[in-house]
């Protein structure tokens, strides 16, 4: 396993370079010297708490995201904040998938819970969702809750 000093350093480069950031601009953004910036990315030191915390914000990924995750290992950039790739799946023969694990456990899917499935034909998004039941039908029934107080008002 690689350091983790390594870690933060080559995410905070990465991370500054996608973004198309300077070590100057993200000095100023943060609130330390372009040196300290410098510093960070060649692995010489590593930010504080405070200093992560406004690095995660700047750069929309999460703390933790920022100091643990490791590109070469994912084989992945680092993902923004509550995005997630959970890998590839294969379509059974009667149109089957099985959800990879740790997408069932960050979204707590069990064995029976209700899925609907969203599709989406602009070629520019295309692509199939699936949302919890329980959410789909607490919006639906916000919605017609909402419908009918305006009914009563007219």
Known sequence: MKKQSNLISQNLAALRQYHKYSQEEVAE??????????KWESGETVPDILNCDALAELYD?????LIHYDQEEEHMPIPPKGKHLFGTVKIGDRGQIVLPKKARDLFHIKQGDLLVVLGDENPESAGIALVPGDTILRNITFLRDMLNSEKEEI
């Not at 953004?29 to 410098?38: D, E, I, L, M």
């Not at 990924?61 to 995201?65: L, M, P």
């Open 61 to 65: 990924v999460s703390v933790d995201t």
């Open 29 to 38: 953004k943060v609130g330390v010297t372009r040196q300290a910036v410098a």
